[in-house]
C-alpha cells in the first residue's frame, strides 16, 4: 500500500485519464457545436478550462514530486478531495448547458454526463487511500500494534449514515424557517458529499488497519475470516446482483463464481516460510489479481452511493466488498513482495509478477479471438462465399453456438427498462468486458438479430427464441404522393438523357396529429442511374449528401426517432431503389426531387404513375444509341430495347437440377421423399425433351453446405449418406448453380426442382443475379404431398406462394432467349474462334438489359477519379463494377471500400451508397464519423439493429428513488 504514495501513480491515475476525458469532451464539442447557444458556447469554455487548470497543477505536481524523489503529501491528497469534487459539483450544476436537451443522444458516442464521474473517480479514490495510509502509522515489533484510535476510525464508518438518517428525519424538516429551498438543496447535495467521503475513508482505514493488525496474521486460527471475505461474500454478492436482474451488470457466467471461488482460496492459505512454496503462492494470488481489480473499478462510482444502498436495503455492505478485497489483497502481495524479495533477484520477481497479471487478460482475449474467428468464418460463407469452389467448408458449431450467445447477451433487450447509471451497460451486458468484446469481436459494430437468428439456423437448424427486434412505426399510409413533374434534357456531350423529377407529397391525415412518413419504391430499369436528389427543408432546398449505405440508414433511422427531417434514397435489391421522406406532418406539402440518367427514352412507373423519360421523337438521338454499349474495358455491355429488336433468338437445352433438402432432422422421411421424387421423374420421363433433360440431371443435396453430384444410378443411396444437420440453405444452393451459369455461358439451362416441405432459407431475391437465367424466373418446389408450387427468382419465396399444381403436369421446356456474339477486342485473339464464351444470352422482353462477360472479372475496380462525375457512361462503369462484386462475394471486404469510394468519386449513387438529405452540419458530421467507422470494418457486420430505436438513458431506478425522496422532502417544506 505504501507504494500508493509514489507520485508515479499521478500519471497513470490523473493525467491520462483526464486527458481522455478532456478529448473525448472535445470531439463532442466538435460535433455538437454548431447546435449551441453562445450561453452554451461560454459555459464549455468555463467547464473545459477549469478542468485544463486542475489538469495542468496536478501533471507539475506529479512531476516536480518525482523529480525531488518525494512521496504524495497529506497537503495534496486534501487538495486534490476538495478540488476535484468541487469541480464535479460544478459540472452536474451545469450539466444541462453543456449538453441541452435539444441536442440528439445519439449524436453523442454514449451518455456524455457519466463520463465526467468515471475519469475522475480514480483521483478521488487515489488521493483518499493516500490520506488512509498517512493516518495509520505501523510499528514494527513483535507485538505490532496500530497506532491510532481504532475507535475513531470505527465511528467514522458508523456514525455517517446515522447522520444522514437524522439529516433526513429531523433537520430537512426543520429547515423551513431558515432558508429557501436552493439553499436546501446545495446543503444537502454538500452534506451527502462529505458524510460520503468520511464514510469511505472510515471503511478504507479500518480495511487497512486490520490487514497492519495482529488479528491479520496469517494464521488458520483466522482462516474463517478470509473465507468469509473472500468467498461467501462475493458468491451471495453475484447471486444477490442475479436476483436483481443483473443490475450492475450480467455475471451470471460461472467463471465469475469459479474465479471469487479460486481468489478466496488464495486469499485464505497462510504464508509459508519456504520461498519456494511462497514464491508459488505469490505467482496465484497476482493470476487472480486482475479479477478483484475488475471488480473494484465496476463499483469505484458506486462507493459514493454505498452509504444511501446501506440506509435502503443494506446492499452497500456488499458494494464496498470490491474496495475491502483490493486493499486486502494488495498488502497480501505487498508483503509477498518483501518476502520474496530477500530470496529471489528483484527483476526475475516483477517479470514473473507482470506475467503472471497478464494471465487472466491474455486468457480472455484468446477467448474472445476464437469467437472472431468463428464469427468471422461463418459470416464470411454466408456472405462472402467463394461461390467457384467445390470445397465445402467445416463451421465449428459449437464455437459459433458460444458467439451467437455472447453477442446476444450483449445486446441491451430492455431499453424501455432502467439501466445502469454508470457505464450505460445495460441489463444482459457485462461491464467493460462486454466493450472490450464488441471492440475486439465486431469492431464496435454489431451483428443485427436477424443475422444471429440467421447463422443459427443455417448451422444449427433451430433459432432462439430470444431474437425479437422492437419498432416504433411511423404512420405512413396517408401520405400520397400529389405533384409529379419531369424535366429531361439531352446531353450531346455523354450522348445520353438527364432527367429530374421534382414531386411533392402530401400528409391527407385531418384527423390525427401524427406525422407521417413518405415510402416508395422504384424499379430502375437497366442502364439507368440517380445522380442527385434534393429536399425542401424549411425554406432551405438541401441536396443529398452521397454516403455509405448502412451509415445513411443508421442516421436517417435515429433522426426520425426523434422526428426531425431526413429524406433517404438506397438501393435494396437488384434495381429496385426505396425513397423514404419523414416527417409529414398532417396538411403538410413537402417537395423533393431526383436526377436519373439513363441513355434511351424510356417509360418509367413513380409511386404508381407511369411517365416518359426523355422524348421519343427524337429520332437522331435515338439513332445513335441502338447499338451496344460496352464501358472501355469492354466487360460490361449495355443493351437498349431498340438494340434488342435487332437481336436473334435462340433456345437452349433445358436439363433438370434437384436440390434436396438434407437439413436436421430430414433424414427420416428420405424414403417417403424419394418415392415422391421417383413418380415426379417418371411423370415428366415420358415426353422425349423431358427425358433428355432428365438424362443431363444434377442434384444438389442441401444443409448449411451445398454438395452437387451428376444424376447416376447410385443418387438415392448418396441421398441417405448424406449428414442430416443444420438447416436448409437454399439460398447457397441457388447462388452456386447461378454462378456455374453466369460462369460457363453454355448452351443449356436449368430447370430447378426443390424437393422440400418447408421453404429453405432465403434472404433476398436473386434480381442481381439475372444475368443467369434469361429464360425464365420460375423454380419449382415438390412437396411430399405430391403437390408442386412454382416460385420467382425475383421474389421472396414468402411473398411469391402460387396455387399448387400436380406433380404429373408437363413443364414447358420451349422458352426463347436473344442470342448476341461478343465482337473480338483483343487482336491476339483467335478470330476463328467461336465457343459458348463469346455468345451472350439476354432475356427477350423488350426492356433495357446489362451482360457482364464473365471471362474478363477484373481483379480490382478501376479508379474513377480521373472519370467525369455525373455521367451516364461512368454510370455503367459503376455498375459493371459492382456486378463483378455480386460474382465474386469472396473478394466483397477488399472490393467494397473501393467501390464505395468509386461512387464518392462519381457522384453517382449505387447499391452499396445511399443520398441522404440532412437538416444541419452536426448530422452531417455524425454521419462522417459513423461512415468512417463502418467503412474501417468488416462488410458483413452492422451498425445496430435495423428497426432499432434509441432511447435516452435512465438512472438506476433505486438511486432515483432515494434522491427523490430526499428532493421530495425538501421541496414539501420549502
Not at 507504494?3 to 463532442?28: E, I, K, V
Not at 454526463?113 to 487515489?126: Q, S, W
Not at 430492455?414 to 471492440?439: A, C, H, I, K, V
Not at 451509415?551 to 426517432?561: E, H, K, N, P, R
Request: hydrophobic residues 45%; charged residues 15%.
Amino acid at each position: 500500500m505504501q507504494t500508493l504514495l509514489n507520485p508515479r501513480w499521478l500519471f497513470l491515475l490523473n493525467t491520462l485519464p483526464l486527458a481522455l476525458l478532456f478529448f473525448l469532451y472535445y470531439g463532442a464539442y466538435q460535433l455538437i457545436s454548431t447546435l449551441l447557444e453562445p450561453y452554451n458556447v461560454q459555459v464549455w469554455v468555463e467547464v473545459g478550462s477549469s478542468l485544463a487548470v486542475l489538469w495542468v497543477c496536478n501533471l507539475v505536481y506529479a512531476l516536480v514530486a518525482t523529480f525531488q524523489q518525494r512521496k504524495i503529501s497529506v497537503g495534496y491528497a486534501v487538495t486534490a478531495l476538495c478540488t476535484y469534487i468541487t469541480f464535479v459539483y460544478f459540472y452536474n450544476e451545469r450539466s444541462y448547458d453543456i449538453i441541452p436537451s435539444h441536442i440528439p443522444t445519439w449524436m453523442l458516442p454514449t451518455n456524455m454526463v457519466l463520463y465526467v464521474g468515471t475519469f475522475i473517480m480514480p483521483t478521488l479514490a487515489h488521493a483518499l487511500l493516500v490520506l488512509v495510509i498517512h493516518s495509520t502509522k505501523s510499528q514494527q515489533a513483535d507485538n505490532e500494534e496500530v497506532t491510532g484510535s481504532f475507535i475513531q476510525t470505527f465511528l467514522s464508518v458508523v456514525l455517517p449514515p446515522v447522520f444522514w438518517f437524522l439529516f433526513i428525519i429531523l433537520i430537512i424538516p426543520l429547515w423551513k424557517p431558515f432558508g429557501d429551498r436552493n439553499l436546501a438543496m446545495h446543503t444537502t447535495t454538500v452534506f451527502v458529499i462529505l458524510m460520503a467521503v468520511v464514510f469511505l475513508f472510515g471503511v478504507s482505514k479500518l480495511t487497512y488497519s486490520f490487514m497492519l493488525s495482529r488479528v491479520s496474521k496469517r494464521t488458520y486460527d483466522n482462516l474463517f475470516f478470509y473465507l468469509f471475505f473472500g468467498i461467501f461474500l462475493p458468491i451471495v454478492g453475484l447471486l444477490l446482483n442475479d436476483k436483481l436482474d443483473n443490475f450492475f451488470g450480467n455475471f451470471t457466467n460461472e467463471y465469475f463464481y469459479l474465479f471469487a471461488l479460486l481468489n478466496g482460496m488464495v486469499l485464505a492459505i497462510p504464508e509459508s516460510q519456504k520461498p519456494q512454496q511462497r514464491l508459488g503462492l505469490f505467482v496465484a494470488r497476482a493470476i487472480m489479481l486482475p479479477f478483484i481489480l475488475y471488480f473494484f473499478l465496476i463499483f469505484l462510482p458506486y462507493f459514493p452511493f454505498a452509504i444511501l444502498a446501506i440506509l435502503a436495503i443494506g446492499l452497500g455492505l456488499l458494494m464496498l466488498l470490491p474496495l475491502l478485497l483490493f486493499i486486502m489483497q494488495t498488502k497480501i502481495l505487498a508483503d509477498d513482495f518483501e518476502f520474496l524479495y530477500l530470496h529471489f533477484p528483484k527483476p526475475f520477481v516483477l517479470f514473473l509478477f507482470a506475467i503472471s497479471l497478464s494471465v487472466l487478460p491474455f486468457s480472455v482475449s484468446f477467448s474472445f479471438l476464437q469467437d472472431r474467428w468463428a464469427l468471422y468464418e461463418a459470416l464470411d460463407y454466408v456472405y462472402s462465399p467463394k461461390l467457384a469452389s467445390t470445397q465445402t467448408p467445416t463451421i465449428n458449431q459449437r464455437a459459433l453456438k458460444s458467439v451467437i450467445n455472447e453477442i446476444s447477451q450483449n445486446k441491451d433487450r430492455r431499453r424501455w427498462r432502467s439501466r445502469d447509471m454508470f457505464g450505460n451497460l445495460g441489463e444482459t451486458q457485462t461491464p467493460f468486458l462486454s466493450l472490450y468484446y464488441n471492440w475486439l469481436v465486431m469492431d464496435n459494430l454489431t451483428v443485427s438479430d436477424n443475422k444471429l437468428a440467421l447463422l443459427e439456423k443455417i448451422f444449427l437448424g433451430q433459432t432462439s427464441n430470444y431474437f425479437n427486434a422492437w419498432r416504433m412505426e411511423n404512420p405512413s399510409d396517408s401520405v400520397l404522393l400529389t405533384n409529379l413533374q419531369v424535366q429531361s434534357t439531352y446531353d450531346t456531350t455523354q450522348q445520353a438523357w438527364r432527367s429530374w423529377l421534382h414531386f411533392e407529397v402530401t400528409n391527407k391525415d385531418t384527423t390525427s396529429w401524427q406525422q407521417g412518413e413518405f415510402k416508395t419504391k422504384l424499379d430502375l430499369p437497366e442502364g439507368c442511374f440517380i445522380a442527385d436528389t434534393y429536399l425542401w427543408i424549411e425554406k432551405e432546398k438541401v441536396h443529398g449528401l452521397l454516403a455509405e449505405k448502412k451509415s445513411a440508414l443508421w442516421i436517417y433511422q435515429q433522426i426520425t426517432s426523434a422526428r426531425r427531417d431526413p429524406a433517404i434514397w438506397h438501393y435494396t435489391t437488384g434495381n429496385e431503389v426505396v425513397c423514404n421522406i419523414f416527417p409529414v406532418a398532417p396538411k403538410e406539402t413537402r417537395k423533393a426531387g431526383v436526377e436519373l440518367l439513363h441513355k434511351n427514352p424510356l417509360p418509367f412507373t413513380f409511386h404508381q404513375k407511369t411517365i416518359w423519360l426523355g422524348d421519343s421523337t427524337l429520332t437522331q438521338q435515338n439513332k445513335q444509341n441502338q447499338q451496344p454499349y460496352s464501358n472501355p474495358n469492354g466487360d460490361f455491355w449495355y443493351f437498349s430495347a431498340a438494340t434488342k429488336k435487332q437481336l436473334a433468338t435462340a433456345k437452349r437445352q433445358p436439363f433438370y437440377h434437384l436440390i434436396i433438402d438434407c437439413s436436421k432432422d430430414r433424414q427420416f422421411s428420405v424414403e417417403a421423399q424419394q418415392q415422391n421424387l421417383q413418380q415426379f421423374l417418371a411423370a415428366q420421363a415420358k415426353f422425349p425433351q423431358h427425358a433428355t433433360a432428365l438424362a443431363n440431371a444434377k442434384i444438389t443435396f442441401v444443409n448449411a453446405y451445398a454438395t452437387t453430384i451428376a444424376y447416376n444410378p447410385n443418387w438415392q443411396q448418396q441421398w441417405k449418406e448424406q449428414d442430416f444437420s443444420g438447416g436448409f440453405f437454399l439460398e447457397r444452393a441457388m447462388q452456386q448453380l447461378l454462378y456455374q451459369q453466369f460462369a460457363m455461358q453454355t448452351d443449356s439451362y436449368p430447370i430447378v426442382i426443390v424437393l422440400s416441405n418447408e421453404n429453405g432459407i432465403i434472404t433476398q431475391n436473386f434480381a442481381d443475379y439475372r444475368q443467369a437465367f434469361p429464360e425464365t424466373d420460375r423454380f419449382y418446389y415438390l412437396q411430399n404431398n405430391g403437390l408442386l408450387h412454382h416460385y420467382s427468382l425475383l421474389n421472396p419465396p414468402k411473398e411469391n406462394l402460387t396455387p399448387p399444381i400436380d406433380s404429373s403436369t408437363t413443364i414447358a421446356l420451349d422458352a426463347e432467349v436473344l442470342r448476341w456474339q461478343i465482337p473480338n477486342q483483343d487482336a491476339n485473339q483467335n478470330t476463328n474462334q467461336n465457343t459458348n464464351q463469346n455468345i451472350a444470352y439476354l432475356p427477350i422482353q423488350p426492356t433495357p438489359s446489362t451482360w457482364l462477360n464473365s471471362q474478363k472479372l477484373a481483379a480490382n475496380p478501376a479508379d474513377m477519379a480521373t472519370l467525369q462525375p455525373k455521367t451516364w457512361q461512368t454510370g455503367l462503369i459503376l455498375q459493371g463494377q459492382y456486378q463483378q462484386m455480386v460474382w465474386q462475394p469472396e473478394k466483397t471486404d477488399d472490393l467494397w471500400l473501393p467501390l464505395v469510394k468509386n461512387s464518392f468519386a462519381a457522384q453517382i449513387m449505387t447499391p452499396l451508397t445511399s443520398f441522404i438529405s440532412l437538416e444541419n452540419e452536426a448530422q452531417r458530421l455524425v454521419l462522417k464519423n459513423k461512415q468512417q467507422e463502418v467503412l474501417n470494418a468488416k462488410k458483413s457486420l452492422d451498425i445496430a439493429e435495423a428497426t432499432d430505436i434509441q432511447r435516452m438513458s435512465e438512472p438506476a431506478w433505486w438511486l432515483c428513488l432515494l434522491l427523490l425522496l430526499v428532493v421530495w422532502g425538501v421541496k414539501k417544506k420549502f
